[in-house]
């Protein structure tokens, strides 16, 4: 429970709420964690101001780096149908599962740090080009960073994927808290984003939670720690689930969401336990064991990374032809995007589409637009 701040203190958040630049921001939020006394009342609001400090001061060296090299020879551009990028710790294997996986063929070698700029390869999963590059290592086997950790880091932002690569023989679990740390430094979060709230700062009125949905947790909390901020009146609009974390997000972090898929790598000499072990501190991540050397768990890993990607294969069809490469979709997209795709004016003048799939119930159903399809369907658009 946030007891009442001292005004200094709260007048260092007020200032961080409109500092412009990451050293203002940084500035203000030691002040405030400076005048902030420490006790069990104030430790969760501390322990937010510590995480947000380390994010920015992370963020203010990824730029410094990307001033100083040049940014050229780490960028790839995007091919296929979504980009998957894979990091992990050096030697842990990301070069061997880059040529299982993909037509790429990167040095394999037993000593860290071999692969030194990103490295594109092409994965095909029933009909879909799906990229995959590798990254640089962000760890050295001791865990520690490396001089790529930061650009690393940022390329994996712009990532439809981050696939996460554990060396399954030196304790992966300890390599998956290290990474999950980095990124929630970085600003990344890999849960599962099910709300949008949005805060207007008012003069008067207090705190009113206008919700749109469900908060998990105690209301009063959430007034709390607005108010343990310096926020006192504002209307609080919430859509979807949202739990305290996202309130937190909200009011002191700005977080990206990405989604996630960890590959336990070198599952040949995995120690036992070492998986159960992953999965613990794994969250809502998915976990799949593999052995690039081996050959092993390479379809599940295939299977895997196309399922995060929560796309869908579409096929066509038109005078009783069906096409066979497919058109590629996000999950839940509807007759109409898929119009869209094809042509724009087709998303106008379309009538109604025959589907045949998973999405109906009898096959060759007639759908409106509006109609939600299923990965396989197949999809005459008349108009
Ligand atoms: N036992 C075993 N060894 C593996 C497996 N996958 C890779 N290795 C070995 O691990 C070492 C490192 O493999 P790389 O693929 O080069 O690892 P990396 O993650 O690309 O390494 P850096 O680019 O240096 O960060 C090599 O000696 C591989 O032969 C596996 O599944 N089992
Ligand atoms: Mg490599």
Known sequence: MPANLPAEAERALAKYQVARTIEEKIRALEEALSLIPDHKGTEKLRGRIKRRIAELRREAERKASLRAVRRDYFHVPKEGAAQVVLIGA????????????????????????????PVPGMMLY???????????????EDLEETQFTNRSIGFSKNADLILIILNGARDPASQLEKI????DESGVSFRRKRCEIEIEKKDSGGIRLVVFGSIRGDVKEVEDLLRSIGIRNAVVKVRGEASIEDFEEAVIREMIH?????????????????????????????????????????????????????LMRIYTRK????????IILPRNSTVKDLAEVIHKDFAERMKYARVWGRSVKVQGQRVGPDHVLEDGDIVEIKI
Not at 104 to 111: E, G, I, L, S
Not at 126 to 140: K, M, N, S, Y
Not at 287 to 305: M, Q, T, Y
């Open 126 to 140: 029933d009909g879909v080009e799906i990229q995959l590059v590798e990254l640089p290592a962000i760890l050295t």
């Open 180 to 183: 999950l740390e980095i990124y």
């Open 258 to 310: 990405k989604r996630a898929l960890i590959a336990v790598n070198k599952i040949d000499q995995a120690a036992p336990g070492a998986l159960d072990d992953v999965r613990s501190i794994a969250g809502e991540i998915p976990v799949v064991a593999v052995s690039a050397e081996r050959g092993a768990g390479l379809d599940d890993l295939r299977k895997a990374i196309f399922e995060s990607l929560n």
């Open 90 to 117: 050096a030697n842990s294997g990301k070069s061997s599962l880059l040529r299982a996986l993909t037509n790429a063929r990167p040095q394999v070698t037993h000593y860290p740090l071999t692969t030194t700029t």
């Open 319 to 326: 005078a009783g032809a069906t096409s066979d490469k497919p």
